[in-house]
């Protein structure tokens, strides 16, 4: 799981840094988050997930005003960097024994390890919001541009 939420807070990162500032207050519509709410979205359900098993945000985290916090690239970048270690400390200092221990708030047979796999999920659904997101804009994810430069390199 941490390998997968840490490739994914990389491709939130590259693709926040390849965006045009101007673009952090594009959205498709005006009832759909920005590109800066969606990544500020992103860190705050980090916070907000992992405090579903009593992980404790840091001090003076507001979940509500958290995602219009910001639309400077830099404060986006970080805050996606620090929620992602905060994350990164919260799953390795869980226990195997923490992963099955019960959460009967979530479900009758739900656990942490549960909640872990929400963060997972969820990540990965803003991702993929994030990429048609930047594809609707012509921007090209770049791990995307690193793989067709890869392989036309390949094809010489």
């Known amino acids: 799981a941490l390998l997968d939420l840490q490739g994914v807070n990389k491709k939130c990162v590259d693709l926040a840094e390849a965006l045009p500032s101007d673009k952090l207050t594009w959205r498709p519509s005006s009832d759909t988050r920005s590109?800066?709410?969606?990544f500020l979205h992103v860190a705050g359900e980090r916070y907000g997930i992992l405090s579903l098993m009593g992980a404790n945000p840091p001090a003076g985290f507001k979940a509500r005003e958290f995602e219009k916090s910001t639309t400077e690239k830099d404060r986006i970048v970080e805050d996606l960097n620090q929620s992602w270690d905060f994350a990164n400390k919260t799953i390795n200092a869980m226990s195997n024994?923490?992963?099955?221990?019960?959460?009967?708030?979530?479900?009758?047979?739900?656990?942490?390890?549960d909640v872990v796999y929400i963060l997972v999920a969820d990540a990965h659904e803003h991702?993929?919001?994030?990429?048609?997101?930047a594809r609707q804009n012509g921007i090209v994810p770049p791990w995307t541009v690193q793989a067709q430069k890869k392989k036309a390199a390949a094809g010489k």
Do not use: M, R, T
């Open 35 to 38: 590109f800066a709410e969606v």
């Open 97 to 113: 024994a923490d992963f099955a221990k019960p959460l009967p708030k979530l479900g009758p047979q739900a656990n942490e390890g």
């Open 127 to 133: 991702l993929g919001q994030l990429i048609a997101y």
